[in-house]
């Protein structure tokens, strides 16, 4: 048991690393949900299997699709902006 919980912990360890390391906010995202189900199998590991459930609907579902909810209307807020600059750059040359 002993082997198979500091082979967790490093994996853990390892994805926090990739988590902290990704520069893309989609591909973190998918990695924070690695993450969280990782933190999940640790629990369970370490005899805590109420507190892997919790963590499988907070960190690996529901906080990665948060992040990509946020990223998604700030993306479409930005892509509106521009599309308002562009027509009213249109409407100054037109004048």
């Not at 990509?68 to 700030?74: E, I, R």
Request: proline share 3%; hydrophobic share 65%.
């Amino acid at each position: 048991m002993l082997m198979l919980q500091m082979t967790i912990l490093v994996l853990v360890a390892a994805t926090a690393l990739g988590v902290v390391l990704t520069r893309e906010p989609a591909s973190q995202a998918i990695a924070v949900s690695f993450y969280g189900i990782l933190l999940a199998v640790m629990f369970f590991v370490f005899q805590a299997p109420d507190v892997a459930l919790s963590q499988i609907v907070i960190g690996a579902v529901a906080l990665p699709l948060m992040i990509l909810l946020g990223l998604a209307k700030v993306r479409r807020n930005a892509l509106m902006q521009q599309r308002k600059r562009e027509a009213a750059a249109r409407e100054r040359n037109a004048a």
